[in-house]
């Protein structure tokens, strides 16, 4: 059996930061992952968007991570030449009804800290942005966009380049613990068993991290870990409306997403996307038939796009911990000692905004450590 200092699950962008941030550490450090490659799920189907901070209740980690990855993020883009750029965004009310959600935001950002926040009005909307309808708008300099494979491929070659191990292919099945540590059965691509022994077990393996966790022998409904599964799919916009908007655009937040907004992609391609509906079965295919909503959506606020304007794109699947009928609920980012289960790190529910916040949840798990 071989043995290490360090095991991670997943891949994805959060556990490709953590294998990055522990790489300084000289310990033997694993990360596994079921796919040949990294960001196979979530974390490469998603709106790259650098959020600022303004959806979450002040001193929630979602709300700490976020503000903080976001400054630690564009800190990485500019001193790694990942393709990023600070766009800016506008929150905007369709409606005078929407209005107070605006003003919760931007009360709700100032409390996080989130810099330079404004609330506009009909005209100052039309000022940056002249294509686009509001009542009332705020406006957000501190978001933007990142090239999500991008930062992954350098999370990625930064740890190996460091000696960090990375095993493509190799899916954990099994997790019990042993004297030292755990030990790991983990499955190959050829269905051939290995065991690993590692001291430490980061658990970052997204949508899948309920079931490592309930492998180690947690009771996932009492500890509240159930990861409900809620899909989120993209229409393409059509190329001629390529450069009319300078700025991600969002329409008001629902109780469950941040609204199917405008997804400017770094080319200048737009997308709308994502909604939002839970699901039991898995899979990525959007579908057609849900143009319609698409369209009547976006054209209160994005009046230039035609029905015809619309293509499906893509789909991604948020790891909610709260059912469509729960409100809030933040990330899960846990050592386990309290359950029996020293040096177990669990990172669970780690829905939006985690790609923003990777790096800070890297940091705060080698501060766990
Ligand atoms: C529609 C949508 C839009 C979003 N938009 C944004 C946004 O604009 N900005 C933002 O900050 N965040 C956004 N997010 C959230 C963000 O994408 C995720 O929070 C982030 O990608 C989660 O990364 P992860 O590494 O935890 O998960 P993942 O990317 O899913 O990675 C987990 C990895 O673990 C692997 N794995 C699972 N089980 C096992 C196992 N047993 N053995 C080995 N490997 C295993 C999986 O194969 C996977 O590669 C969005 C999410 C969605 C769905």
New binding site residues.
């Given amino acids: 059996m071989e043995k290490v200092d360090i095991v991670i699950?997943?891949?994805?962008?959060?556990?490709l930061a953590i294998a990055w941030r522990l790489s300084t550490l000289k310990k033997e450090i694993v990360l596994?992952?079921?796919?040949d490659g990294f960001?196979?799920?979530?974390?490469s189907?998603?709106?790259?968007?650098i959020?600022a901070g303004l959806y979450y209740p002040k001193d929630s980690m979602k709300a700490r991570l976020c503000v903080a990855g976001n400054r630690l993020l564009r800190e990485l883009c500019r001193e790694h030449d990942i393709p990023h750029a600070m766009t800016g965004k506008i929150v905007v009310a369709t409606e005078e009804s929407e209005k107070h959600k605006l003003e919760h935001l931007f009360d709700q950002g100032n409390r996080n800290d989130v810099s330079g926040l404004r609330l506009l009005n009909k005209r100052s909307i039309l000022g940056l942005e002249p294509h686009v309808l509001g009542v009332a708008g705020l406006w957000s300099p501190a978001t933007g966009i990142v090239d999500s494979h991008q930062l992954m491929a350098f999370f990625a070659q930064s740890a190996v380049d460091a000696g960090v191990i990375i095993a493509y292919g190799?899916?954990?099945?099994g997790l019990q613990q042993a004297p030292t540590g755990y030990c790991m059965e983990v499955r190959d691509t050829t269905g051939e068993k290995v065991f690993i022994e590692s001291e430490v077990v980061v658990n970052?393996?997204?949508?899948?991290a309920d079931?490592?966790a309930a492998m180690a022998g947690i009771d996932i409904d009492a500890a509240g870990y159930r990861i409900h599964r809620c899909k989120?799919e993209y229409f393409a916009v059509a190329d001629r409306h390529r450069g009319k908007l300078s700025h991600l655009v969002y329409p008001a937040p629902t109780a469950v997403s941040l609204g199917t907004h405008s997804v400017l992609k770094l080319d200048g391609s737009l997308k709308l996307g994502?909604n939002a509906f839970y699901v039991d079965r898995l899979n990525y295919d959007v579908e057609a038939g849900h143009q319609r909503e698409f369209f009547e959506n976006a054209r209160k606020y994005l009046p230039f796009i035609d029905y015809d304007d619309l293509a499906p794109d893509m789909a991604?699947?948020?790891a909610k911990l709260q059912t469509a009928d729960e409100s809030f609920r933040d990330f899960v980012i846990r050592e386990e000692s309290d359950r029996g289960l020293p040096g177990l790190i669990n990172?669970i529910g780690?829905?939006?905004?985690?790609?923003?916040?990777s790096p800070a949840i890297a940091q705060y798990v080698e501060d766990a450590i």
Avoid: F, K
Avoid at 9 to 15: K, Y
Avoid at 32 to 35: A, P, S, T, V
Avoid at 45 to 49: D, G, H, I, P, Y
Avoid at 350 to 357: D, G, Q, R
């Fill in positions: 699950v997943g891949a994805g962008v959060v556990g596994l992952e079921r796919h960001g196979r799920e979530t974390s189907r998603n709106s790259e968007v959020h190799h899916e954990v099945t970052a393996a997204g949508i899948g079931a490592v989120g994502p991604g699947i948020r990172l780690l829905e939006s905004p985690a790609l923003t916040a």
